[in-house]
């Protein structure tokens, strides 16, 4: 079975950091490309980062640029998201998702999809 699972979700007061991970199972993830995505309440599922399979490669919206750091170990099966200097804003669940060929921001691209991880910003 095809899995993605993120984790390292939590709450962090403003200003703080937290490094999600995204581990595969079922399959390798040295082919695929890897996006983050966020859906805040009331809000639509926004692309965050993605890194191509290599990663050699990697987007940020504007909103996390010089804050956020993709980055993946195949060796591990994994990628990862470092989140610093947070914000309330950036309150929302993150999930992970994969795609075969190129590292795209757009979430319709991607074929398999973690469950999600919470991550509340807040004093």
């Known amino acids: 079975q095809l899995q993605l699972v993120e984790s390292g979700g939590g709450w962090v007061q403003p200003g703080g950091s937290l490094r999600l991970s995204c581990a595969a199972s079922?399959?390798?993830?040295?082919?695929?490309?890897i996006g983050w995505f966020r859906q805040a309440p009331g809000k639509e599922r926004e692309g965050v980062s993605c890194?191509?399979?290599?990663?050699?490669?990697?987007k940020y919206a504007e909103s996390v640029k010089g804050r956020f750091t993709i980055s993946r170990d195949n060796a591990k099966n994994t990628v990862y998201l470092q989140m610093n200097s947070l914000k309330p804003e950036d309150t929302a669940v993150y999930y992970c998702?994969?795609?075969?060929?190129?590292?795209?921001?757009?979430?319709?691209?991607?074929?398999?999809w973690g469950q999600g991880t919470q991550v509340t910003v807040s004093s």
């Open positions: 998702a994969a795609v075969w060929g190129m590292a795209t921001m757009k979430s319709n691209f991607y074929d398999y």
């Open positions: 079922g399959f390798t993830l040295d082919y695929y490309a």
């Open positions: 890194i191509d399979h290599r990663g050699g490669s990697t």
